[in-house]
């Protein structure tokens, strides 16, 4: 593979940054976070991605999770392109809704019922809504460095102290909204004792991911999700795991059935779509029973259900399901994860690898990341470095420290070698 000299198209990306604030329809796309110049992407294939001056890339990034079968599957397209010839969207009731829907039932185990939306941020907003509607109560449990998306009560940071209200992330959120959110560390069981212990007769739910993704990969140590189901159990709360990432990437049924740990809600999202934007929650009857028209809880969305987001999302859905591809994919993920620790022991340098699966993260720091305190141990300057390095290499990494690395069943073991080369060739010459 060519090295790249430019690793930009200043056409897109310059008349982007005339219509779009900074150019992007997501911040982390400007790659702010590794101070260098974005690169557009024009075309998908497989393992691969082209930028728009045509240089490939072997894609680590697969658009954040999504693309679990990789770019541009032929089976998945020719569904996608059925349904699209139907026409784009009715408004009412189409026949993949049931479709998505049975698949999803019979994956997840804490499904019997399901309603889809069109982001995770939808997802964990309609989830938040639903516990507070059931419970009557108002506070909500989440975790520093789990991400739900972009909704008020849950872009809070933590106050100060262990168990204390939260304070707004973002200008725009009333502090009477934050204060309505605990932010505890993530892995710290006793911390989730003591907030029950104090307010545990007024929490509508805990919510975290699993295993979170969006702080970078951080696995949840023995007995933390037993414990929290434990205490929402006792104390009448709701328990939503957010499996936006993990949901169909861990598991067919996700982290929930990886731990054995099953909560009330569920979120999905990414591969549940294929590629396309759909998001949903699912639970129990008796929960899901409580969410309009049936219930009272109400949410809707005029695109919802989407016929041609429905047959992408159903035909991935269906491709996991018949090919089980989770002992391939964890053996790609563990050949990556021995790679990356072997290079960077060769070269003395500071790191540690989290994965589960074909999830990972390479932390430069030689702190156990447990949490987002230790995860931000990392060098991030050493990152920046490191990914601008591959990207001119043509290796795609996602532009944060905080985030995951995806393997696909379309990444090849030859792949996953040129990378590990790359990745050696890169450090060498920081
Ligand atoms: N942390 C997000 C992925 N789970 C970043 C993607 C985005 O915001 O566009």
Request: glycine share 12%; net charge negative.
């Amino acid at each position: 593979m060519q090295e790249t000299e430019k690793i930009s198209n200043p056409s897109v990306v310059e008349r982007a940054r005339k219509v779009l604030p900074g150019g992007v329809n997501s911040p982390v796309r400007a790659f702010t976070a590794v101070g260098t110049e974005p690169i557009s992407l024009v075309r998908g294939s497989g393992s691969r991605v082209w930028d728009a001056d045509g240089r490939e890339y072997i894609d680590f990034l697969a658009s954040w999770g999504p693309l679990i079968l990789g770019h541009s599957h032929p089976a998945v397209l020719e569904e996608t392109k059925k349904a699209l010839e139907n026409g784009l969207t009715f408004g009412l009731t189409n026949p993949y809704e049931p479709l998505i829907g049975e698949a999803v039932v019979s994956m997840v185990p804490s499904a019997q019922k399901v309603r889809f939306v069109n982001s995770g941020t939808e997802a964990t907003m309609s989830a938040v809504r639903l516990a507070r509607g059931i419970t009557g109560r108002k506070l909500i449990v989440k975790f520093e460095g789990c991400y739900h998306g972009h909704y008020d009560s849950l872009l809070v940071s933590a106050g100060s102290g262990v168990a204390t209200f939260g304070i707004p992330g973002t200008p725009g959120i009333p502090e009477d909204i934050a204060r309505l959110t605990l932010v505890l560390p993530y892995n710290d069981g006793e911390a989730v004792e003591e907030a029950f212990f104090r307010y545990g007769e007024e929490i509508a739910c805990v919510i975290l991911e699993p295993v979170a993704g969006n702080m970078g990969v951080v696995l949840p140590e023995r007995g933390f999700l037993e414990k929290i189901r434990e205490l929402t159990q006792s104390y009448g709360s709701l328990l939503i795991f957010d499996e936006v990432i993990t949901g169909f990437r861990l598991s067919e049924g996700g982290a929930q059935e990886v731990f054995g740990v099953i909560p009330d809600i569920t979120c999905l999202g990414k591969i549940l779509g294929g590629g396309m934007p759909v998001g949903a929650y699912a639970g129990p009857d008796e929960v899901m029973s409580e969410v309009a028209p049936v219930g009272k809880v109400y949410q809707a969305g005029t695109l919802s259900g989407n016929p041609v987001a429905m047959a992408c999302g159903f035909k991935t859905l269906q491709i996991l399901r018949e090919s089980k591809p989770y002992g391939e994919l964890e053996n790609k993920g563990k050949r990556l994860e021995e790679g990356l620790k072997e290079i960077t022991g060769e070269r003395g340098i500071p790191a540690t690898v989290n994965r589960l699966g074909s999830m990972l993260t390479l932390f430069f720091t030689d702190e156990k990341v447990r949490d987002f305190e230790t995860a931000k141990s990392s060098d991030t300057k050493l990152f920046s470095k490191f990914f601008k390095a591959l990207l001119e290499r043509g290796i795609l990494i996602p532009p944060s420290q905080f985030e995951a690395w995806f393997v696909s069943t379309a990444h090849s073991d030859e792949d996953i070698d040129t990378a590990l080369e790359k990745v050696r060739s890169a450090l060498k010459s920081l």
